[in-house]
């Protein structure tokens, strides 16, 4: 891998691992640039988006009162994520050892995810994790507050944003393909609803950090994004 003007950002030392962060609100396109920028750039991608899907599996199978921090914590005591890149750099996610990959990309997982994001103690649980993997370096890392708050001091920060008709109709477009229709509408429904709740919450609430390059992606296409992330990596 080779990265030509690395060498052009002062602030970052050649022996430290890389960390970028990509971080936005539902239905922007982070999943699909954050793992083509990792597969570019030869960097483990990591999605933390997919962590709090899968504490809202285990919520959905073993219901409780989220609210009740006892019941909450008992259940985070028994619950173990873990996640591995296969060769295609395709995450694949364990819960308690069960592959959890194709099982939470529901609306019901992506509604109740927003509600266990909004729990410290499941923030604490993942963000410990999250930090973790980010020790090592060498990755990009994709979520909602990674940027701000999981790794304050990433090399390269990055925001997307888009409309939030435009997201409704890509996230429709990715359900399509994925051989769920459902209405552009409902999306557009809960995107606002999710939207509003990652960014009002009192815990690492959505927004960019002060450093961060914010990319407005409503007119442009996915390749187009990438190739600005990663010619600002690059320094070109
Ligand atoms: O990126 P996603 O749609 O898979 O994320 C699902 C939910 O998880 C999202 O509505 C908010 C929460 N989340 C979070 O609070 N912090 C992150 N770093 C990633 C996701």
Redesign the pocket.
Known sequence: MNYPSIKNHTNMKMEKALIITI?GP?GVG??TVAKSVAKRLGLTYL???????AIALQVKRNPLNIDNEEELLSLLRNTEIEFVNNKENNLILTLNNENITDKIRSPEI?RL??DV?TKSLV?KKLVEIQRKIGLNGNIVV?????GTY?FPDADFKFYLDATLEERAKRRSNQLREAGQSIGVDNITKEIEL?DK??KERLE?P?HPAPNAVIINTTNLIADDVINRIIAEVKGE
């Not at 999605?47 to 899907?53: C, H, K, Q, S, V």
């Not at 994709?142 to 990674?146: A, K, L, N, Q, W």
């Open positions: 971080d539902s982070k999943s999605d933390t988006g997919a962590m709090y899907r992506s995810s927003s994001a923030r994709e979520g909602r507050d990674m999981v999710r709740q990652d690492s959505l």
